[in-house]
């Protein structure tokens, strides 16, 4: 893919004009609530009635096996897909089943998906640099010569993710593990009040996933943390709280040793 097709394929960078949302209010409830949500594709239930709701400053997990309606559940939350039936808000204020894509993206949720997206013909620091001319926020006031507050959010944003020392190397050369951690930058550049991460470890060394977890600890001191995942290891390293679906609906909630421990999910889960 050419340098241009790469940034008109990220359509966010140019739709800088819409307006700012307002932030998402979370002083009487949780960030994320979803209650009844119901999705068939072609009459396959794929999401269940799920109720869902996750508390502001959390790191969740969500596991649970192929086919149990995870990614789908993220595709709700994003707008990507509509669900047939239900309610899922961001905070109390917005109602994301009236807002599409873009919208929700700008409301302060952002997505990470299993594959990393990286800009590979750019530099590291120019990934996160581009991340930032995406957010609205900011755009307007972004100038041909970087203003210093910028250049330091970046350099922030590289020392978090482990990659300050390589930031003029190309993304392109980076490994597996450290182009899903400019992912995760190119997200906290825009710093989102929500970050959902799906199956951020797959394809990841054993140092690599230490490192990721120590990643996400960090990340959760200032953002919500929605992470979809399989290594039950890693889980339970980071999560305050699990979630295990099955069939499209949640099939056991709490702490890490409660939802092992719990027969049903023994049964369908951790028994295969
Ligand atoms: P998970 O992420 O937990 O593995 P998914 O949410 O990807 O599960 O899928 C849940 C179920 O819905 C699966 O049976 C899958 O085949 C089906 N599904 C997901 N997306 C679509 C789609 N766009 N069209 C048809 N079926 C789909
Ligand atoms: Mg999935």
Redesign the pocket.
């Known amino acids: 893919m050419s340098m241009l097709e790469q940034l008109t394929h990220r359509d966010r960078v140019f739709d800088f004009l819409a307006p700012v949302a307002s932030p998402v209010d979370v002083r009487h409830g949780p960030i994320l609530y979803m209650e009844g949500v119901n999705v068939s ?2 009459g ?1 239930k ?1 999401i269940n009635n799920l109720n869902l709701t996750v508390d502001d400053g959390e790191l969740r997990c969500i596991i ?10 993220m ?1 709700i939350i994003t707008g990507k ?1 509509r669900p047939d039936t239900g309610s899922v808000w961001f905070g109390s204020r917005h109602n994301l089943l009236t807002k599409n894509e873009p919208d929700i993206a700008s409301l302060g949720i952002g997505r990470k998906f299993q594959k990393p997206t990286v800009f590979e013909a750019l530099t590291v620091f120019e990934n996160l640099e581009l991340a930032m001319a995406a957010d609205k926020r900011i755009l307007p006031t972004l100038t041909a010569v970087m203003k210093p507050e910028y250049r330091d959010r970046i350099d922030e944003v590289l020392e978090t993710i482990n990659l300050a020392a390589i930031g003029n190397r190309l993304a392109g050369i980076l490994s597996h593990g450290q182009k899903q951690w400019l992912e995760i930058g190119m997200l906290l550049i825009q710093k989102p009040d929500l970050l959902m991460l ?1 199956e951020p470890v797959a394809g990841m060394s054993v140092a690599e996933r230490k490192k990721t977890a120590e990643l996400l600890r960090v990340i959760t001191r200032d953002h919500t943390v929605l992470v ?1 995942e399989h290594d039950m290891q890693f889980v339970g390293d980071i999560a305050d709280r699990v979630t295990v ?1 099955h069939q ?1 609906k949640v099939l056991s909630e709490g702490s890490i040793d409660h939802v092992k421990q719990d027969p049903k999910v023994i049964e369908v889960y951790l028994g295969h």
């Open positions: 594709f072609d396959f794929a649970g096996p192929n086919g149990a309606g995870k990614t789908t559940m595709d897909t799906d979809i679906m499209g």
